[in-house]
């Protein structure tokens, strides 16, 4: 199937999103985004015996440097950002230099906030190879780490020079990794596309399987939704606080059960299950809306009940010092339909303690 391109457009940058097969592989995708010779691929010990290789070969004359990190949730922190600056003064890269996130949520987020900081910002590509991330996390500049005490809390906004979807890398995931991608694609139909929302729900089982050509065009489909809301509000000001549906329930769930004990998509979902119950009780979402939205969440065999075992205490203080919380209030994004989402201030605690304790 031919490869789809998309630009996303900020006030600061407008760069490409490619998408598509084989292309890791091709030189004329990555090449001509690099500004010199020195560049620093950031990898794992999951993704890098898989597609270190290809990625070396597409570089041509290019010998990169590697840093090779530990997989996992819990290891996007800050000791692992000073591992990665370590690397490029050892190597004595410049402001001129590269790099290149090869990996899921967790590698680009890390390598996006390394590069935003290093020497003051320098550039940065995204191949991101799960599904989540060629969805979610590679689109729209946010990058950062966790804390002991939040999820995200330590971060900033810095856009990539361009993102390489290769949609083969989504042959070696398993099926807990495919699901937690879904969670975002299911997000954004919510927030913004009733349609793409009814041909998720109608094509779930195609999907699931990875179909070619289906999945190409979701992933397309959805990288379109979050590029045009970053294109207003690239910082978060406004409009762009509604594809935070879910997670703030979500990334209270991954704090207290600990990072790396479940997948971000997982909690996402968990999350979007949460605020759809949540609107149909206290506000304005239909029965029949909200058990549609509990059903997709199903066949995308999202793991539902992970939080049946959390103190609402500590979901609420864990709420508490979410990144949408201000001068105490905690903030949820929740739903009235399919595509009218909406920033509810303040929410009243009484009744969000009662909901957690039900």
Known sequence: MKMKKLSLDTKHKTYPIYIGENLLSDDKYILPHLKNNQVLVVSNETVAPLYLDSLKKSLKSIKPATIILKDGEEYKNITTVNVIYDKLIDVKFDRD?????LGGGVIGDITGFVASTYMRGVSFIQIPTTLLSQVDSSVGGKTGVNHPKGKNMIGSFWQPECVLSDTNTLKTLNKKQISAGLAEI?????????????????????????????????????????????????????????????????????????????????????????????????????DNKKDMIVKILQMAQIPMGMDKNIKVDDYMDVMAVDKKTKNGKINLILINDIADVYIAQDVDKQNLHSFLSQ
Do not use: P, W
């Not at 230099?97 to 996130?101: G, K, P, R, Y």
């Not at 990288?223 to 409009?239: L, N, Y």
């Open 186 to 286: 299911i997000k954004v139909a919510i927030i913004k596309d009733k349609q793409f929302f009814e041909k998720l729900y109608n094509n779930m089982d195609s999907i699931l399987s990875l179909k070619q050509d289906l999945i190409q065009d979701v992933i397309y489909q959805s990288c379109k939704i979050k590029a045009d809301i970053v294109a207003i509000d690239e910082t978060e000001q406004g409009i762009r606080a509604l594809l935070n549906l879910g997670h703030t329930f979500g990334h209270a769930i991954e704090t207290i059960l600990g990072y790396g004990n479940i997948l971000h998509g997982e909690a996402v979902g968990a999350g979007i299950k949460l605020a759809a119950v949540y609107s149909n009780k206290y506000g304005k979402l239909k």
């Open 97 to 101: 230099c590269t790099l290149i996130a």
